[in-house]
């Protein structure tokens, strides 16, 4: 141990003449640790959020998803190849694509005993669409096999809140009115479609929830009056979801002009731009914390110096250079830092791991996406809050310990 650090600990430690350096030094300690902790409870909270929320987003859409300009050129011949099969037969072939389907999209009107309401409804191949979406392989009711009927009514696949609302349960009868319909003498009259609830799923999101519900891809043709073959596009699934920029760079280049890529970042980005602004706001507030405990830090270094006059120059007396001096005083300030980090580490490791076991704070339902608090601690944010922790303070014992060095040891034994 240098002797530096030997009397660093050494003025740290020991008894003081004035108790009141002591309860500063105590305090910085104090402030530096709750401002870590909290950074490390809030920033696992935020982390949590954006995880659940990226999980049910991509458990209800798909990754990357391919549209046409023009949309007969997705078409299908009455054989049932070229369009949007051959693209499909392109497309499975790279490793990263996990599966890829067609769909169809549209807005209906929803109605049932209970009311009515509007309503989007993506038509899937059910075989094809269960290898990927989380939200069809773990329906709360019902099964996928009854999506697809020989005969009679089609079923229908809604969501938790939507079946909530209105009273629904499997097997139950709802009508969807399609905004294509028939020119009579009448007038435009609306076609209206009867379907039976075949499942019910928990997308965890309430926009999913309440207006989002899957029909079989020959049901939605019917419904919308498209011809036989037409898509509205193909959704792809990746094996990892955040290589669809990547993913979708390199599909763009290999399909023709005519075909355009969206994946599911580019779509939901203002979402997640919002979480991250918020995000490092709450990170510089909460930092505040830290640097208050780092002007501590700088007090409590003044006052010692203050105090420490005397044992400074009989120091310097003895050879110790300025150098030495300062780096006492540098040394003594960084552990308080230190010490105040790891009590921070320690405190708000222990509440975000007890938040994220037992799950004791329960959020409003249907206010926010999950039920509970939910929490993910991750190390570069656990390992930048103690590095900017570690550098408040380091900075803190600059002007200090630069005070310190300057001292003239025959000045400040003059009246002793």
């Known amino acids: 141990m240098g002797f530096e650090l030997f009397i660093a600990l050494r003025y740290l430690f020991s008894k003081r003449q004035q108790a009141f350096i002591s309860v500063i030094s105590i305090m910085s300690v104090l402030g530096v640790a709750i401002g870590v902790g909290a950074l490390v409870v809030v920033m696992g909270v935020y982390n949590g959020f954006t995880e659940d929320i990226r999980n049910k987003i991509l458990g209800a859409n798909s990754h990357i998803f391919i549209q046409s300009v023009v949309p007969q050129y997705l078409d299908v011949n009455e054989e049932g190849r070229g369009g949007y099969v051959d693209v499909v037969e392109k497309i499975s072939k790279n490793p990263e694509v996990k599966a890829a389907a067609p769909f169809l999209y549209t807005e209906v009107l929803f109605s049932s005993p209970n009311g009515a309401t509007g309503l989007i409804i993506r038509g899937i191949e059910p075989h094809k669409a269960d290898e990927a979406l989380t939200i069809l392989q773990q329906l709360k009711e019902g099964t996928l096999e009854d999506l697809i009927r020989p005969k009679g009514v089609q079923g229908i696949v809604i969501g938790e809140e939507l079946a909530s609302r209105f009273g629904l349960k499997v097997g139950s009868r709802i009508n ?241």
């Open 176 to 416: 969807l009115m399609s905004p294509s319909g028939e020119r009579t003498t009448a007038g435009f009259v609306p076609k209206i479609v009867a379907y039976r609830v075949a499942g019910i799923f928990k997308a965890g999101l309430n926009d999913y929830d309440n207006r989002l519900a899957f029909i079989s891809l020959q049901s939605a043709r019917e419904l919308i009056g498209t011809p036989a073959g037409r898509v509205s596009g193909i959704e792809i699934f990746l094996n990892n979801p955040m290589q669809a920029k990547e993913v979708s760079a390199l599909l763009r280049d290999e399909l023709p002009n005519y075909l355009y890529t969206r994946n599911w970042i580019e779509t939901n980005a203002s979402l997640f731009a919002a979480l991250q602004l918020e995000r490092i706001g709450m990170f510089i507030v909460l930092a505040l914390i830290v640097l208050v405990g780092s002007f501590s830090i700088i007090t409590s270094l003044v006052m010692l110096v203050m105090e420490k006059t005397k044992d400074i120059a009989i120091l310097m007396s003895m050879g110790a250079s300025s150098s030495s001096i300062r780096r006492i005083f540098m040394l003594q300030g960084t552990i308080i830092g230190f010490i105040g980090t790891m009590i921070g580490y320690i405190g708000g490791l222990t509440l975000a791991f007890l938040l994220q076991k037992y799950q004791f704070i329960e959020l409003p339902h249907g206010v926010y996406a999950s039920d509970h608090l939910p929490v993910l601690i991750s190390f570069m944010d656990t390992a930048l809050i103690g590095c900017a922790s570690m550098f408040m303070c380091f900075l803190a014992t600059i002007y200090p310990a630069r005070q310190a060095a300057k001292l003239v040891p025959a000045e400040a034994l003059r009246y002793e």
